[in-house]
């Protein structure tokens, strides 16, 4: 007998405010990351770099650790500040790449 795996649709909007923020920063890093020209996009399996796209990530993840930095651990937040530091640095490597 054949089990039939059933998909499950996770509804983002059960989620606190604290867990969305969260979520959208991981989203946006990944995308930064993307946009640098450092990860490969997913479904086309290209390297592509925009960094004005790059830029915008970066900075809406830095805003939103600054909102979300009151209710967080000292660890998260500390976790939160690596991640940002290093996708600017590595934004900072490739801006000077170019030109």
Known sequence: MTE???KR???????DTYALLSL???ILSEQAWQHMG?????RTDKVEK?????????DCVEFLIGKLEPYISTEE???L????TDLQINFA??????G
């Open 4 to 6: 039939k795996k059933e």
């Open 9 to 15: 649709v996770f509804d983002i909007t059960t989620l």
């Open 24 to 26: 959208f920063m991981g």
């Open 38 to 42: 450092l990860r490969v996009k997913p």
């Open 50 to 58: 925009d960094l004005e796209k790059a830029r915008v990530a970066i």
């Open 77 to 79: 937040k500390n976790r």
């Open 81 to 84: 500040k690596w991640m940002l």
């Open 93 to 98: 490597r490739i801006q000077g790449e170019k």
